[in-house]
């Protein structure tokens, strides 16, 4: 069985956020630098159901961590 492999466009559109690449430029240029001492699941932008997805998502290394990863380094840029 192959690993499902999420993009970081998929990845906004199961947070409920807007997914084309302008509109992820758009967020993480409103949201970075994402101070060292917050974790990215801990940011005052996301509501508590994004929070709790991102956080097992990280916590239960799970299909979207890898993404959730790529989100997290290009927030703190």
Sequence with gaps: MEPN?????????????????????????????????????DAAFWTTAQAQFLREEILDDADWAEVVDQLNVMLRR
């Design 5 to 41: 492999v999420h993009r970081l466009q998929d990845l906004f559109s199961q947070l409920g956020l807007p997914s084309t690449p302008d509109d992820i430029d758009a967020f993480v240029d409103q949201h970075s630098p994402l101070p060292n001492d917050v974790q990215l699941a």
